[in-house]
């Protein structure tokens, strides 16, 4: 059974770093696809990034070149490194993950999800 468990959220100043955690109970995580998702409030839910099953990544335009997703499949644990954070950056974040390939490539549909972990930003 897969649960996801996320973690390393908090509160930072602009231009800070935070890496959060997405790990699966101890189970495998190189058969999923998986990503990390964002919403903020009264807004919709956005793809942030991604990590395929053959190891294709995919970023929110926004995020390119500040944020890195990478996965440890010893630690069965997919992270997202977030550096030079803006305030706009403040949302509960969700990992997700599909068995496979992105159901709805390049982000998984959702097949599980993880109760998230809140990101504030201060300017």
């Known amino acids: 059974q897969v649960q996801l468990v996320e973690s390393g959220g908090g509160s930072v100043q602009a231009g800070g770093s935070l890496r959060l955690s997405c790990a699966n109970s101890g189970r495998p995580i190189d058969i999923y696809c998986m990503g990390w998702f964002r919403q903020a409030p009264g807004k919709e839910r956005e793809g942030v990034a991604s990590?395929?099953?053959?190891?294709?990544?995919n970023y929110l335009d926004s995020v390119k070149g500040r944020f890195t997703i990478s996965k440890d499949n010893a630690e069965h644990t997919l992270y997202l490194q977030m550096n030079s954070l803006k305030p706009e950056d403040t949302a509960m974040y969700h990992c997700a993950a599909d068995l496979d390939y992105c159901h709805s490539s390049p982000y998984p549909v959702g097949d599980y999800w993880g109760q998230g972990t809140q990101v504030t930003v201060s300017s």
């Open positions: 990590i395929n099953i053959d190891g294709n990544i």
